[in-house]
């Protein structure tokens, strides 16, 4: 079986895949391209269960790793540690691209990382599975070494942490890779792996029935509604694509877009009349309630306080957030400032910040800025994150960072505004999964948000925004999560 197809065969019929970062590693290597980053992440419903899957593509340099495997490899496990989703590893993978090895093995978000996850989201009940359909290894071998449970496939599956050639150089000792590290091996003798498998198909129906026993809540629980429960929005979705615009000074008429993504269209807005260049409301998506922060505008001192009002309220209530953005940034000038638009925007910024209910964020427009973090960027843990193809995310933009050299006497650099337009795009950030890396002292605590950061999960179409919301909210809201109303010690202020 090709990659593609074993995750296929893996889940559930007439199931979707929420594929994570499809455009990972888009022309971002001179030498080679990566698509995909070389690895397929999602989440994924297998036997009923939501799961995440990660498999190797070996189609792409022989699965080996690159910085931007790495990547999205950890990305796929901080989704599965944040939402308390079981991994299943599809096995099949050279190990780390030796010429990259620089950026792929020493660091503390590099390989390594990969284990250090795997062996504390088993400490925290969330079960590893791997299968392994190909090579694993050196590192690698630690993947299937370090599951819950290992199945193998006879006569192409193999781990070992040196392969015949390094034996040979080692040790003179000439062994064949079946011998050395084969699945009937690994299977009667050395007890790595659990499983035998006699094909793809075979290990596929296994890992399956490894979930099956799980003991884990189906996908359809309690806190998850049946279909029965919402209506599809009166305005058809498809008409978001003559919404989106590219041309970021033409307002977007966010009340249009929230109407094609919230269930019946119904949508209770909170403080309508008050800062009004930015919208929030109680809505429901796919029958989960959830509370949702709107940019209609440049965000004003009372914009401000009015989403951290809404932000507390929802905490507060235990509901989870949606944030759409469309935000030039704050307000600037004297009245500005005499309006105290720093600690007000402070105000904003710290209540996302300690929002610990889940959090979702789609860029609409465009992404400028402060306002990036009023508005839940990747710094602030979104659960998950997507762009629309339109999207733009900069501190600004390449006509306002003209206007900013020519005020301290510098002359434009033709290639550097260029340059900045061209790094703001949705595929250029996307294809990089733009991340924050987290101080040492923030992996500290157990906090699953923590230790791994936050990144991009890839440009969707617009027409499909409300899709991916549920399916996030479905692994969010699922399985053993509990999202419980804030554990705060005083109420929510009143601003």
């Known amino acids: 079986m090709?990659?593609?197809d074993r995750v296929a065969a893996l889940l559930d019929p007439g199931t979707t895949f929420l594929e994570l970062s499809p455009v990972a590693g888009h022309e971002l290597y001179p030498e080679a391209e990566v698509p995909a980053g070389g690895i397929i992440t999602g989440v994924g419903v297998v036997e009923g269960v939501t799961c995440v899957v990660v498999a190797n593509d070996s189609t792409v340099?022989?699965?080996?790793?690159?910085?931007?495997?790495?990547?999205?490899?950890?990305?796929?496990?901080?989704?599965?540690?944040?939402?308390?989703?079981?991994?299943?590893?599809?096995?099949?993978?050279?190990?780390?691209?030796?010429?990259?090895?620089?950026?792929?093995?020493?660091?503390?978000?590099?390989?390594?990382?990969?284990?250090?996850?795997?062996?504390?989201?088993?400490?925290?009940?969330?079960?590893?599975?791997?299968?392994?359909?190909?090579?694993?290894?050196?590192?690698?071998?630690?993947?299937?070494?370090m599951s819950d449970e290992a199945i193998i496939v006879e006569?192409?599956?193999?781990?070992?942490?040196?392969?015949?050639?390094?034996?040979?150089?080692a040790t003179g000792e000439?062994?064949?890779?079946?011998?050395?590290?084969?699945?009937?091996?690994?299977?009667?003798?050395?007890?790595?792996?659990?499983?035998l498998a006699v094909d793809d198909a075979h290990a596929v129906t296994i890992a399956r029935r490894c979930v099956a026993n799980l003991n884990w809540p189906r996908a359809q629980a309690a806190n998850?509604?049946?279909?029965?429960?919402?209506?599809?929005?009166?305005?058809?979705?498809?008409?978001?694509?003559?919404?989106?615009?590219?041309?970021?000074?033409?307002?977007?008429?966010?009340r249009e877009v929230i109407?094609?993504?919230?269930?019946?269209?119904?949508?209770?807005?909170?403080?309508?009349?008050?800062?009004?260049?930015?919208?929030?409301?109680?809505?429901?998506?796919?029958?989960?309630?959830?509370?949702?922060?709107?940019?209609?505008?440049?965000?004003?001192?009372?914009?401000?306080?009015?989403?951290?009002?809404?932000?507390?309220?929802?905490?507060?209530?235990?509901?989870?957030?949606?944030?759409?953005?469309?935000?030039?940034?704050?307000?600037?000038?004297?009245?500005?400032?005499?309006?105290?638009?720093?600690?007000?925007?402070?105000?904003l910024v710290t209540a996302v910040a300690c929002a610990d209910v889940p959090k979702f964020t789609v860029v609409v427009g465009g992404s400028y800025g402060a306002g990036n973090y009023g508005m839940c960027g990747r710094a602030?843990?979104?659960?998950?994150?997507?762009?629309?193809?339109?999207?733009?995310?900069?501190?600004?933009?390449?006509?306002?960072?003209?206007?900013?050299?020519?005020?301290?006497?510098?002359k434009v650099d033709p290639e550097l505004k260029a340059r900045i337009d061209r790094e703001s795009d949705a595929t250029y950030s996307s294809?990089?999964?733009?991340v924050p890396y987290p101080s040492p002292a923030s992996l500290l605590p157990l906090q699953s948000s923590q230790l791994t950061p936050p990144q991009d999960d890839g440009i969707i179409p617009p027409q499909h925004t409300r899709r991916y919301l549920g399916l996030g909210l479905k692994a969010a809201m699922g399985g053993r999560n509990e999202v419980k109303a804030g554990d705060t010690k005083y109420g929510v202020f009143r601003m």
């Open 2 to 4: 090709l990659p593609r």
């Open 61 to 145: 340099k022989g699965g080996t790793y690159y910085p931007i495997t790495v990547k999205k490899h950890l990305r796929a496990q901080a989704v599965a540690q944040e939402n308390k989703l079981p991994c299943i590893y599809l096995v099949d993978s050279g190990g780390a691209n030796l010429p990259h090895q620089a950026d792929v093995f020493p660091d503390q978000n590099h390989f390594g990382r990969i284990f250090y996850n795997q062996a504390r989201m088993s400490a925290q009940g969330i079960p590893q599975i791997s299968v392994v359909m190909g090579p694993c290894t050196a590192g690698g071998a630690y993947v299937p070494a």
């Open 155 to 169: 006569g192409q599956g193999h781990i070992f942490l040196a392969g015949p050639p390094l034996v040979k150089a």
């Open 174 to 195: 000439v062994v064949s890779p079946e011998d050395l590290g084969g699945g009937r091996m690994h299977s009667s003798v050395s007890g790595v792996t659990d499983y």
């Open 224 to 254: 998850v509604p049946p279909a029965a429960a919402f209506a599809e929005p009166l305005y058809d979705p498809d008409e978001l694509l003559g919404i989106a615009s590219t041309n970021l000074r033409r307002p977007l008429p966010i």
């Open 259 to 347: 109407a094609r993504v919230v269930d019946g269209s119904e949508f209770a807005e909170f403080k309508k009349d008050y800062g009004t260049t930015l919208v929030t409301g109680f809505a429901s998506i796919y029958g989960h309630k959830v509370g949702v922060v709107a940019n209609d505008g440049i965000l004003f001192a009372s914009s401000a306080v009015k989403g951290a009002h809404f932000v507390e309220l929802c905490t507060q209530r235990g509901l989870p957030l949606v944030f759409l953005q469309n935000i030039a940034g704050f307000m600037v000038g004297t009245a500005s400032e005499r309006d105290g638009i720093a600690k007000h925007g402070a105000k």
């Open 380 to 410: 602030y843990a979104p659960r998950f994150l997507w762009m629309w193809p339109n999207a733009r995310i900069a501190v600004m933009g390449g006509e306002q960072l003209a206007a900013v050299m020519e005020t301290v006497g510098q």
């Open 431 to 434: 294809a990089r999964l733009w």
